[in-house]
């Protein structure tokens, strides 16, 4: 199996960016990646894009957009979605591309525009990566959904509204220092548990935001690598995928994400590691209560200890997880958090640690994809 | 214009049936049941026999949440309560849950009735069956 890198990293301040558009945001980031990894775009042979919903911006068709706006045309391009999990599965395509020897040097970005509409309007469009017949006829919203997560997993397990919201306060915390996080403010547990309840338990501050930006990943077969001599690059050991059932309804259990749990198998078996050999974990806490689901269904901790974890301040032993500040304090632009989230684990990895992963969850759990990552320092031999 | 399919007459159209009465799916093959109805059985495959199924309409909540931000068509209606019933043909289905907020907990009896989902900004009614609470003794 070819060995396959990730080479440079870029993206764009994530918040609500008035002043640029879907397209200033991809190219942006994109630039920034193609600087990072120190080669001309010319090197580019195709281009994935995650992009959830043209119903944020009217616009469809991103990829041949953003392909056209880089300059990289008439090179493929390909937009990839899977609902907030759309960057990762961007992502996983991208590699597949050098993996199956077609292509050496791919880039893998994400982008969503979610404020030039209004509320009612983005409500709408993050509804539709549920079922919409049967879930959003009813009058759920993705908070909703999420809500009922939560007061599964606290009748199951005992998990407390104080737990859930110390996902939230930790994760504001470690965004202080992110420059590109929409929040660097610190919050107590009661700012959470004050803050309006959107859909019971779950409070405003239980929730990720409405936010844009974009994030994209040069990734190179080993030989390119060799070829354009690239110094540090992060080696990308293992990528799982898996899904689940769209509706909520449809699953045999509500407090864990098989989809999840399968992914990582996946990528652990593929990386020939587990779940204790992990030092950073960045994940899905799309909601508070998905950081928690997370943190089980990674095998982080066993199934309905997650509360008890997030209390030990997110570090289990080894594991930091969400250690830039998650989806919570770094903002969630739905098609750029899969690519975010590498983004970041490459930045640690090329500094300290051998193992990073990233958790992106697409809908309520039907879609994850895991990755890991590993640095100079996990190539053995 | 609506901002949302779901509000669509050709939308309500195709599925009355299964919304107004809870008619799901029973493969003949291994058993299993599904509401809302599904053409082919995840189980079986295309070995499956799916045929129509009536549920009784009725169950426990298996889970519930109380909505303050509401999709539209939905606005009038806040707060309002959705769960997932388990019906008591051990199938989890999604619906609003009417009755006395402080009265609904998991594991409290409910019973389908027929009630009026949504209006949309346009006017289209979407009817459809809620779960009320079953007032202990009374039944």
Known sequence: MRKIAIIGVGQTKFGEEWTKSLRDLAIEAGIKAIEDAKIEGKEIEALYIGNMSGIFTSQEHLAALAADMAGLNPIPSIRCEAACASGSVAFRNAYLSILSGQHDIVMAAGAEKMTDIVDAGALNALMSAGDQEWEGFVGLTFAGLYALIARRHMHEFGTTQEQLALVSVNNHKNALKNEYAQFRQEITVEDVLSSPIISDPLHLLDCSPITDGAAAIILASEEAIKRLKIENPIWVLGVGQASAPLALHDRKSLTRFDSTIIAARKAYSQAKISAKDIEYAEVHDCFSINEILAIEDLGFCEKGEGGKFVEKNGINEVVKVNSTGGLKAIGHPVGATGIRQLCDLTRILREKGKYGLAQNVGGSGSTCVVTILGSKDSIKG | ?139
């Open chain 2, 1 to 139: 214009m609506p901002l949302s399919p779901i509000s669509s007459i050709p939308v309500a159209r195709r599925i009355i049936k299964n919304r107004y009465r809870l008619i799901g799916s029973l493969c003949e093959n291994c058993k299993s049941m599904f509401m809302p109805p599904r053409i082919i059985c995840p189980n079986c495959r295309r070995k499956g026999r799916m045929k129509e199924y009536e549920f009784s309409g009725e169950g426990e909540i298996y889970s519930f949440t109380i909505l303050n931000t509401a999709p539209e068509g939905f606005e009038y209606q806040k707060p309002y309560v959705v769960g997932i019933i388990k019906l008591r043909e051990g199938v989890l289905f999604t619906s609003q849950i009417i009755g006395k907020v402080e009265s609904i907990r998991i594991g409290k009896r409910v019973r389908a009735v027929f009630r009026k989902m949504s209006v949309s900004e346009d006017g289209f009614i979407n009817y459809g069956l809620k779960f009320e609470v079953i007032d202990e003794g009374s039944s």
